[in-house]
C-alpha cells in the first residue's frame, strides 16, 4: 500500500537551509490523482501546509512562507523534496509529508495518507 | 489568508455526542463542497476522518459524521468513547491562490 517516509537532518543552524526528502512507495509518484505535500506542526501547536507539488511540476505555497520555499520532485527516484530558507527558531517543528487527493478540476480534496514525520530543530 | 477558525476545546461525558465547528469564508468553506476533518493522538500522524463535507473513508468509524451550513463546517462524534479524546483539524481547498488552509485545532477532552 501507500507508504510516505520523510528523512533529513534533524538539526538546522539559524539562516541555513532545511532539506527533508519524502520517500513515496506503493505508487507512482506520477499518479493523475495526487499532490504530494509538506505540512508542519510546531511543538504544541496545530497543522500549517507549507506547500505541494504535482508530478509535472505544478506547485502551490503557503503564502506566508511561499519567498523561502521550494518544493521539487524526482520521479526518476520516486520521491519529492522540501527546502526552506533562511530559518529561524520558529521553524521548529515535525514536519510531515501527506498526499493530498484532488478533484477532476484539481483541488485540494484531502490529505489521506501521511508519512510518521520527523523533527527539525533550528539552533546554534 | 487567516487559518479557519475553530474552538480550543471541547469535552464531553463517553456516550454523549459532541459537535466541532469549523468556520471559513466564502472565499473557501463557503465555496466549494471540500472541507475535511482529521483526528491526532500526541505523537502521531493526522488521520483523515471526514472528506468532502461529510463523507467517511473506510475503516472509519460511522459515529464520526460531518455537515456544513454556509461558511460553518461541523464535525459530530456521538456515543462518545475514551480513544476518542484527540486533537481535531478542519481543512478546506482556499482557490487557487491559497489551495489549502487548516484549521486552528480542537482538543476533545472525554470526561
Known amino acids: 500500500q501507500l507508504q510516505l517516509q520523510e528523512s533529513g537532518p534533524g538539526l538546522v543552524k539559524p539562516s541555513e537551509t532545511l532539506s527533508l526528502t519524502c520517500a513515496v512507495s506503493g505508487v507512482s509518484i506520477r499518479s493523475s490523482i495526487y499532490y504530494w505535500g509538506w505540512i508542519r506542526q510546531p511543538p504544541g501547536k496545530g497543522l500549517e501546509w507549507i506547500g505541494s507539488?504535482?508530478?509535472?511540476?505544478?506547485?502551490y505555497y503557503n503564502p506566508s512562507l511561499q519567498s523561502r520555499v521550494t518544493i521539487s520532485v524526482d520521479t526518476s527516484k520516486n520521491q519529492f523534496s522540501l527546502k526552506l530558507r533562511s530559518v529561524t527558531a520558529a521553524d521548529t517543528a515535525m514536519y510531515y509529508c501527506?498526499?493530498?487527493?484532488?478533484?477532476?478540476?484539481?483541488?485540494?480534496?484531502?490529505?489521506?495518507?501521511w508519512g510518521k514525520g520527523t523533527t527539525v530543530t533550528v539552533s546554534s | 489568508q487567516s487559518a479557519l477558525t475553530q474552538p480550543a476545546s471541547v469535552s464531553g461525558s463517553p456516550g454523549q455526542s459532541i459537535t466541532i465547528s469549523c468556520t471559513g469564508t466564502s472565499s473557501d468553506v463557503g465555496s466549494y463542497n471540500l472541507v475535511s476533518w482529521y483526528q491526532q493522538h500526541p505523537g502521531k500522524a493526522p488521520k483523515l476522518m471526514i472528506y468532502e463535507d461529510s463523507k467517511r473513508p473506510s475503516g472509519v468509524s460511522n459515529r464520526f459524521s460531518g455537515s456544513k451550513s454556509g461558511n460553518t463546517a461541523s464535525l459530530t462524534i456521538s456515543g462518545l468513547q475514551a480513544e476518542d479524546e484527540s486533537d481535531y483539524y478542519c481543512s478546506s481547498y482556499a482557490g487557487s491562490s491559497t489551495f489549502v488552509i487548516f484549521g486552528g485545532g480542537t482538543k476533545l477532552t472525554v470526561l
Open positions: 507539488i504535482y508530478y509535472s511540476g505544478n506547485t
Open positions: 501527506a498526499t493530498l487527493r484532488v478533484t477532476t478540476n484539481y483541488y485540494y480534496n484531502y490529505m489521506d495518507v
